[in-house]
Structure formats: structure tokens, C-alpha cells
């Protein structure tokens, strides 16, 4: 019991791959995965830095057909059970960008993996073991919301950043505004005093 929960979770281990990736402008980055027909395949990606904070997705199947595809997503998930096996290609592209590199962070997890190594079979899972693969999709759905959460922070910061400094040069200009109308109306009221003495 206890080497197949083992078994169970280095597989479960196995079949994930995070990445972070540098597109350079007016390219396009591409990776493959390997999927069998009628496994599941999930997929979360965010831009974590560089211009408008977006990029172009593609994924391809092995005959070449598109199975997902996007443009200028920030983020994004998505989940489609595979019709063919074979090699699939997740493309993400900066050619709409001719200056600003963007770094995208992804993750990509394909199901039924375990089912293929046989290193446990349906009738061998026990109802704890099945727990435990909902725990451990449930993980990897949290771990995707919280890089989303820990990328959607620092982008908050530095707009929070860049709005605070704005704020201050404002500030800045209407103090500076508001001094120079009070000493221009304090020299106007002399000026006027002055003349009305001398009559």
C-alpha cells in the first residue's frame, strides 16, 4: 500500500513542468509535450514583465491543426482533452512587439501519465489514493493562482509606484502654483497701495 502511494505521488511529481521563458520582439517561442489520445491537458500561462503585459498563444496538435488560440492575452488556462497522440506544440509569440521583450511564466500538466507508466491501476486505487489525486490537482490549480497572484502583485506595485510619483509631481506643480499666485497678488496689492499713497 504504501510503495503504490508512493509510486502515486513521484509519478504525480513527474508529469508537471513549470517554465519561465524570454520572447524577444518579432519572435515566437515554442515547446513540445508529448500527450497520448484522450489524456488531459491543462494549461495556465501568465506575462510577467515586458510592454503591455501580453502575448500571443497557440497550441498545435500533431497533425497540425489548432487546438487553442489567442492574441494580446495577459493570462489565460485552459483545458481540452487531446484527440490525437503526439507531439503538441505550445507556441507563444511577441511579433506584434518591436522593441519590448515580455517574460512568460506557464505550466503544463498532462493527465493520465500515471495510468501509462501502470504503476497503479483502477481497480488497485483505493479511495484514499483517489483523494489524494484530486489534492494533488487541487495543488497544482493553487499553485497556478498563486504565481498569478504573486505576478499580479508586482505589476500592481510598480503601477502603484509609477501613479505615487505621478501624484507627487502634481502635488509638487499645484503647490508651486498656489505659492506663486499668493506672492504675485501680495506684489499686485503692494503695487496698488503703493500708487494710492503717492496720489
Do not use: W
Not at 495543488?139 to 505589476?155: K, P, Q
Amino acid at each position: 500500500m504504501s510503495r503504490l502511494l508512493i509510486l502515486s505521488l513521484l509519478g504525480f511529481l513527474s508529469i508537471s513542468s513549470a517554465l519561465n521563458v524570454l520572447v524577444r520582439p518579432n519572435e515566437e517561442q515554442c515547446f513540445f509535450e508529448d500527450v497520448d489520445r484522450a489524456d488531459k491537458v491543462l494549461a495556465s500561462f501568465n506575462v510577467a514583465q515586458g510592454g503591455q503585459l501580453d502575448i500571443d498563444v497557440r497550441i498545435i496538435g500533431p497533425d497540425g491543426k489548432i487546438v487553442y488560440e489567442s492574441e494580446r492575452e495577459r493570462e489565460g488556462s485552459l483545458q481540452f482533452v487531446a484527440i490525437q497522440s503526439g507531439q503538441h506544440k505550445i507556441c507563444f509569440g511577441n511579433i506584434m512587439s518591436t522593441v519590448t521583450a515580455k517574460t512568460v511564466s506557464f505550466n503544463i500538466y498532462v493527465g493520465n501519465k500515471l495510468h501509462r507508466q501502470e504503476s497503479a491501476s483502477t481497480e488497485h486505487l483505493n479511495p484514499l489514493e483517489t483523494t489524494l489525486q484530486l489534492m494533488q490537482e487541487g495543488s497544482f490549480s493553487l499553485s497556478d493562482l498563486m504565481t498569478y497572484a504573486v505576478v499580479r502583485e508586482h505589476n500592481c506595485h510598480g503601477t502603484n509606484l509609477s501613479t505615487n510619483s505621478r501624484v507627487m509631481l502634481v502635488s509638487l506643480f499645484k503647490t508651486g502654483a498656489v505659492v506663486m499666485m499668493g506672492f504675485i497678488q501680495v506684489m499686485a496689492l503692494r503695487r496698488f497701495f503703493e500708487r494710492t499713497k503717492g496720489v
